[in-house]
């Protein structure tokens, strides 16, 4: 079945400690997104990429990277940079134009 | 650059209509409305991709005014199954979707 695979469910950091959440996608899709969404309120764009080895920073870029070898991979790290990084991560991808299809999310708890 | 949408929160009982809005500051390419139930991933409703198109499946159908850059969604004769947070996502330019702060819809029986 064809769809986007967010890894893990659930993770739990320590305060200072980079960690690294996974997507992949068997869609083919060109484009793929991260968003961030927070209790009660809408998805935050964080960083997106239209191209393989090429992305742009969303409106809350600050304290996190990516990257973009494989068109089916676009893994977000979140850096200690990162001050609040409690949160429900969505990862999508989509074939312009077209709808987003998204993973199941990530949900990050900073202890 | 975020949309706005409107109302924040609508309660409706078993077979009501409801209209949730949508308007950005900002030139349209397209819009895009999204449900999500709690603890989900969103999921896709439709795209509209030209002005004054409107578009629609059941009973859940969407304007698009491109001049006005207003969108809406209208719900007829609602279920409980239509109960959800909706979004409406907006591209400006190249690939890049921004999502409204969402329109929480709760169906009563």
């Known amino acids: 079945d064809g769809g986007i695979t967010q890894s893990p469910k659930y993770l739990f950091r320590k305060e200072g400690q980079n960690v690294t959440l996974s997507c992949e996608q068997n869609?083919?899709?060109?484009?793929m997104y991260w968003y961030r969404q927070d209790p009660g309120q809408g998805l935050r764009l964080i960083y997106y990429?239209?191209?393989?080895?090429?992305?742009q920073k969303g409106d809350i870029a600050e304290g996190y990277s990516v990257s973009r070898e494989k068109k089916e991979s676009f893994p977000l790290t979140v850096t200690s940079a990162q001050k609040n990084p409690t949160a429900f991560y969505l990862c999508?991808?989509?074939?312009?134009?077209?709808?987003?299809?998204f993973g199941e999310g990530s949900r990050l708890t900073v202890l | 650059q975020q949309p706005v949408q409107s109302p924040q929160a609508v309660i409706l009982r078993e077979g009501e209509d409801a209209v949730i809005n949508c308007s950005s500051s900002?030139?349209?390419?397209?819009v895009h409305w999204y449900r999500q139930k709690h603890g989900e991933a969103p999921v896709f409703l439709m795209i509209?991709?030209?002005?004054?198109e409107q578009k629609g499946h059941d009973k859940i159908s969407a304007s698009f005014n491109e001049k006005k850059q207003q969108s809406s969604l209208y719900l007829t004769a609602s279920q409980l199954s239509y109960s959800g947070t909706y979004f409406c996502?907006?591209?400006?330019?190249?690939?890049?979707?921004?999502f409204g702060a969402g329109t929480i819809l709760r169906v009563k029986s």
């Open positions: 999508a991808s989509s074939q312009d134009p077209g709808e987003l299809f």
């Open positions: 869609l083919n899709h060109d484009a």
């Open positions: 990429s239209q191209i393989v080895n090429d992305f």
């Open positions: 900002k030139a349209l390419y397209s």
């Open positions: 509209l991709l030209k002005g004054g």
């Open positions: 996502g907006t591209e400006i330019q190249g690939n890049k979707l921004v």
